[in-house]
Every structure is written in structure tokens, then in C-alpha cells.
């Protein structure tokens, strides 16, 4: 549809950016810091940095927030390390580790930049895993300890707070991800029996929000692709209904509607990976009422009906934003229609459209952003400057969308692209840049880590003061 005129953008529209703690603060074994599956990990894709220097956001925290009032941000949504606070998950506070998250926290406000919490991302106490993960209850008690605990200390100066960030993709690509150490259908039904333990933690941490913190405002993070079918061809339809209730709606359903998705668990009882589900566990889950849904998107998914055979299996890529088929499931294709970044990532702004209208029509719950971003081999000028027109073009024509989506009646809280400032991607390391603020350090070479904003930074300042009205620049 198209509108003879466009909706402003609300006065307190969350115009942020957005960062995870094992990607970006460093000091991984610092002040008492516990170690997580991604501190663990040793096989990284071949040429890439580890996690441990990463942009060294904990030591310069300050000078980083600093820079984000500069730009102007109005939200900046950030991880918190359970290993900080906890550092083998379930046992001692680590007061050092509760210190530094204030000190993080206030300098967000001091800048006038509402925080926005992310409990849980990816970086799992390693301790736990050893015990089974998320498929051990004692995960699930310590996760909800852990959000005890930052509602206590931190529940007076954050109002917004994100549960699990992607937990389709801790999922879907759980032994990249850290998920799983099993092999074959013993890691599916691991993965699954994991995820169910997640839902269960994630909506006890809700309830425990809203009795705690009544003026919070909580929800969860999936990592939302919408699906379009290959071709008119119903068969190709089904294969997209299929693959949208496995990959997205088994997740936000959950979330939002506290029960399984009917196709997502024909699905799950098809191939034997269903989870055990134990006596209460689906009242404990319809219990759980999420204010808001966050989400991060970065492109839409095309698949095809499937053959039946080993052609279903091509895939695009091997990371979690690229589409991969499944044996009598649906077969992953390209989109002829869009064009792709050097990462062979399809680009589709229109799509970020239909998915803030899939979400909206399905829950009617108000949208948050939490990820959106252009990976790419950013290179200093000789003016010193970064002058990524590149990401420019890909978030004005985002944000385009949005404005779209507003207009076609979606309730948008904000917008909070990935990311505030450089940090280590995970499948290309530290070459893959998305930050506003450039970090100058190369793959293995530190440097001096200093920062300086890039071209983009500015443009999005722009966009701020002018409530979206200035996005040409």
C-alpha cells in the first residue's frame, strides 16, 4: 500500500544501537570474571581473533558511552555477562562484576540514553554446560537467580529488559554456538530438550520481572527471517508456512503465547525431537506475558518445496543468517529479486516491512529492534574517517521500512541497529565491521584500540535530531 503521506516518528522513539558483552567488552577473565562457552571456545573460522581483547569495552567504558551521547542515541541495548555477575553461574556474587554494570549503566544515563538490558546472549556459564545446559533444571533456577539479581541491583535505573537474545539461533546452530557437544540426532534432541529448558527460564524471568519490577517493561529477542515461498506454487507456499512455524513462530509463539506451535511441534515429533515436557511446565509458560517483542532482522529467507533426497540439502552459507534445506522439509534457493552484501547476505529492506506487519498482525504486541547492520571491510580514509556510505544506504533504506510499518498501524518502540562501535562478529571476526564507532585494531594486531566515528555516525545523528525526517543525509 501506499500513503499520500507518511507518519513522523514518535517523540520518544528509541532511536539506539546495539552490542553484546563477549563481543565487545574484552577482559574476558578480569575482576573475577567466570569463563563462558564462547571464552572456552578454540575453533574459530580459520584467520579469525578469539573474544578475549575483543574492543576492550570494559576498560574504556567512558570514553565509549561518551561517544554514543555525541551521536546523539536515545537507547543503547547492551548484554550483560552472567559470568560477571556469577561467575560459575549458580554459586558466589562477584561484586567487581555488579560494580561495573552500574558504572556502565550510569554513564548511559548520565548521557541522556535510555539502557536497554539483554540478560542472556549466547554466553552460557561454562560450569553449566558441563552440567548439561539448559536441559538441566539447575540451569533454569540459576538463569532466574541471575535475573534476581540484576533486577535487585539494576531494577531502579533500567525499565527495558530483553530475556534470551536469538534463541532460534542458539537452536538451529547450536554447535557453532556452544549449545551442543553431541553429534547427529542426539545433539537435535539435546538442542530441543535445551530450548524447552530456555522457554521455561525465560518465562519464570518475566513473571519475577513484572512481580518485582512493576513499571519494567520485558520481552524476549528472537532473531526473526521472514519466509517467502520460491514460487506460486502451492507446494513452494507450504514449504514457506513450514519453515516460518520451525524457524520463527515456534519461537515467538512460545514467547508471546505461551504454547507450542502446532506445526513446529508436528515438526519436532516427526523427526523424535520433541522435548519432555514435565507436569506444570505449560502453565508456567502461558503464565508468562511479555510487554513488547524484540527483534533482530537482517534479511528474509526464500525456500522451495522440498525433494525428499540429499538435493534439499544445499545450503547458502554456513552461518545463522543464511538459509540452509532440510531433507523433506523445504530447499533452500536465492531470491533473484535481491541483491546480496560481500557476504553473500541478502539485502531486503521491504521485507523488514512484512515482518513488523507478520509480528504485529500474529501478537499485537509493540516491536523493538534490536539488531540491523551492514557487515563490512570498513577502511580508514586518508582524512582518517571511515566514510561508509555503504551502511548509510543500507539503514536509510531500513528505516524507510519503518516508517512504512508505522503507517500500516505497527506499534514501534524503537530502533536499535548492530552496532554502537566495532566489535568481533561472530563467523568473521574483527574484519567484519558494523559499528557507528570505528576501534582501530586489525584481526590479531591491537594497535592502540583507539576510537573515532565514522561517516555514518554522523548521518545517524542527523536522522536523531530530526526524528527521521532527514534521512537523505
Given at each position: 500500500?501506499h500513503?499520500?503521506?507518511?507518519?513522523?516518528?514518535?517523540?520518544?522513539?528509541?532511536?539506539?544501537?546495539?552490542t553484546?558483552?563477549?563481543?565487545?567488552?574484552?577482559?574476558?577473565?578480569?575482576?573475577?570474571?567466570?569463563?563462558?562457552?564462547?571464552?572456552?571456545?578454540?575453533?574459530?573460522?580459520?584467520?579469525?581473533?578469539?573474544?578475549?581483547?575483543?574492543?576492550?569495552?570494559?576498560?574504556?567504558?567512558?570514553?565509549?558511552?561518551?561517544?554514543?551521547?555525541?551521536?546523539?542515541l536515545?537507547?543503547?541495548?547492551?548484554?550483560?555477562?552472567?559470568?560477571?555477575?556469577?561467575?560459575?553461574?549458580?554459586?558466589?556474587?562477584?561484586?567487581?562484576?555488579?560494580?561495573?554494570?552500574?558504572?556502565?549503566?550510569?554513564?548511559?544515563?548520565?548521557?541522556?540514553?535510555?539502557?536497554?538490558?539483554?540478560?542472556?546472549?549466547?554466553?552460557?556459564?561454562?560450569?553449566?554446560?558441563?552440567?548439561?545446559?539448559?536441559?538441566?533444571?539447575?540451569?533454569?533456577?540459576?538463569?532466574?537467580r541471575?535475573?534476581?539479581?540484576l533486577?535487585?541491583?539494576?531494577?531502579?535505573?533500567?525499565?527495558?529488559?530483553?530475556?534470551?537474545?536469538?534463541?532460534?539461533?542458539?537452536i538451529?546452530?547450536?554447535?557453532?554456538?556452544?549449545?551442543?557437544?553431541?553429534?547427529?540426532?542426539?545433539?537435535?534432541?539435546?538442542?530441543?530438550?535445551?530450548?524447552?529448558?530456555?522457554?521455561?527460564?525465560?518465562?519464570?524471568?518475566?513473571i519475577?520481572?513484572h512481580?518485582?519490577?512493576p513499571?519494567?517493561?520485558?520481552?524476549?529477542?528472537?532473531?526473526?527471517?521472514?519466509?517467502?515461498?520460491a514460487?506460486?506454487?502451492?507446494?513452494?507456499v507450504?514449504?514457506?508456512?513450514?519453515?516460518?512455524?520451525?524457524?520463527?513462530?515456534?519461537?515467538?509463539?512460545?514467547?508471546?503465547?505461551?504454547?507450542?506451535?502446532?506445526?513446529?511441534?508436528?515438526?519436532?515429533?516427526?523427526?523424535?525431537?520433541?522435548?519432555?515436557?514435565?507436569?506444570?511446565?505449560?502453565?508456567?509458560?502461558?503464565?508468562?506475558?511479555?510487554?513488547?517483542?524484540?527483534?533482530?532482522?537482517?534479511?528474509?529467507?526464500?525456500?522451495?518445496?522440498?525433494?525428499?533426497?540429499?538435493?534439499?540439502?544445499?545450503?547458502?552459507?554456513?552461518?545463522?543468517?543464511?538459509?540452509?534445506?532440510?531433507?523433506?522439509?523445504?530447499?533452500?534457493?536465492?531470491?533473484?529479486?535481491?541483491?546480496?552484501?560481500?557476504?553473500?547476505?541478502?539485502?531486503?529492506?521491504?521485507?523488514?516491512?512484512?515482518?513488523?506487519?507478520?509480528?504485529?498482525?500474529?501478537?499485537?504486541?509493540?516491536?523493538?529492534?534490536?539488531?540491523?547492520?551492514?557487515?563490512?571491510?570498513?577502511?580508514?580514509?586518508?582524512?582518517?574517517?571511515?566514510?561508509?556510505?555503504?551502511?548509510?544506504?543500507?539503514?536509510?533504506?531500513?528505516?524507510?521500512?519503518?516508517?512504512?510499518?508505522?503507517?500500516?498501524?505497527?506499534?514501534?518502540?524503537?530502533?536499535?541497529?548492530?552496532?554502537?562501535?566495532?566489535?568481533?562478529?561472530?563467523?568473521?571476526?574483527?574484519?567484519?565491521?558494523?559499528?557507528?564507532?570505528?576501534?582501530?585494531?586489525d584481526?590479531?594486531?591491537?594497535?592502540?584500540?583507539?576510537?573515532?566515528?565514522?561517516?555514518?555516525?554522523?548521518?545517524?545523528?542527523?536522522?536523531?535530531?530530526?526524528?527521521?525526517?532527514?534521512?537523505?543525509?
Amino acid at each position: 500500500m501506499h500513503y499520500a503521506q507518511l507518519p513522523a516518528f514518535p517523540e520518544d522513539f528509541l532511536w539506539g544501537a546495539s552490542t553484546s558483552a563477549y563481543q565487545v567488552e574484552g577482559a574476558w577473565d578480569a575482576d573475577g570474571k567466570g569463563p563462558s562457552v564462547q571464552d572456552v571456545r578454540t575453533h574459530f573460522p580459520e584467520g579469525t581473533t578469539d573474544f578475549k581483547v575483543a574492543a576492550d569495552h570494559y576498560h574504556h567504558v567512558e570514553e565509549d558511552v561518551a561517544l554514543m551521547g555525541e551521536i546523539g542515541l536515545k537507547a543503547y541495548r547492551f548484554s550483560i555477562a552472567w559470568t560477571r555477575i556469577v561467575p560459575d553461574g549458580d554459586g558466589e556474587e562477584n561484586a567487581a562484576g555488579i560494580a561495573f554494570y552500574h558504572r556502565l549503566i550510569d554513564a548511559v544515563i548520565a548521557q541522556g540514553i535510555t539502557p536497554i538490558i539483554t540478560m542472556y546472549h549466547f554466553d552460557l556459564p561454562q560450569a553449566l554446560a558441563e552440567r548439561g545446559g539448559w536441559a538441566n533444571q539447575a540451569t533454569i533456577d540459576a538463569f532466574v537467580r541471575f535475573a534476581e539479581i540484576l533486577y535487585r541491583e539494576y531494577g531502579s535505573k533500567v525499565r527495558y529488559w530483553l530475556t534470551i537474545n536469538e534463541q532460534n539461533m542458539l537452536i538451529m546452530y547450536g554447535k557453532m554456538l556452544g549449545t551442543t557437544t553431541l553429534e547427529g540426532d542426539a545433539a537435535q534432541r539435546d538442542l530441543y530438550q535445551q530450548n524447552h529448558g530456555m522457554f521455561l527460564a525465560q518465562a519464570r524471568a518475566m513473571i519475577r520481572c513484572h512481580e518485582l519490577l512493576p513499571e519494567a517493561k520485558i520481552g524476549p529477542a528472537p532473531n526473526v527471517a521472514y519466509v517467502y515461498p520460491a514460487s506460486c506454487a502451492p507446494e513452494d507456499v507450504v514449504a514457506a508456512d513450514d519453515w516460518n512455524a520451525v524457524r520463527n513462530w515456534l519461537y515467538t509463539d512460545l514467547a508471546a503465547r505461551g504454547e507450542y506451535n502446532s506445526l513446529a511441534w508436528a515438526y519436532l515429533v516427526e523427526k523424535g525431537w520433541a522435548p519432555a515436557i514435565a507436569e506444570g511446565d505449560m502453565e508456567i509458560l502461558a503464565a508468562a506475558k511479555p510487554d513488547f517483542i524484540a527483534f533482530n532482522y537482517y534479511a528474509t529467507q526464500t525456500v522451495a518445496a522440498p525433494s525428499g533426497d540429499a538435493s534439499d540439502l544445499r545450503a547458502r552459507g554456513e552461518d545463522q543468517q543464511m538459509v540452509r534445506g532440510e531433507v523433506g522439509v523445504y530447499k533452500a534457493v536465492d531470491n533473484p529479486n535481491l541483491p546480496k552484501n560481500a557476504f553473500g547476505w541478502e539485502i531486503d529492506p521491504v521485507g523488514f516491512r512484512t515482518t513488523f506487519r507478520a509480528l504485529w498482525d500474529r501478537y499485537r504486541l509493540p516491536l523493538l529492534v534490536t539488531e540491523n547492520g551492514l557487515g563490512a571491510f570498513d577502511e580508514l580514509g586518508e582524512d582518517g574517517m571511515v566514510h561508509d556510505d555503504y551502511r548509510i544506504d543500507y539503514l536509510q533504506r531500513h528505516i524507510e521500512q519503518i516508517r512504512l510499518a508505522l503507517a500500516d498501524g505497527v506499534d514501534v518502540l524503537g530502533y536499535c541497529p548492530w552496532s554502537a562501535i566495532d566489535l568481533i562478529s561472530t563467523h568473521q571476526g574483527f574484519s567484519k565491521r558494523y559499528g557507528f564507532i570505528h576501534v582501530d585494531r586489525d584481526e590479531f594486531d591491537l594497535k592502540d584500540l583507539a576510537r573515532s566515528r565514522k561517516k555514518s555516525s554522523y548521518w545517524y545523528q542527523e536522522v536523531i535530531e530530526s526524528r527521521g525526517a532527514r534521512l537523505d543525509g
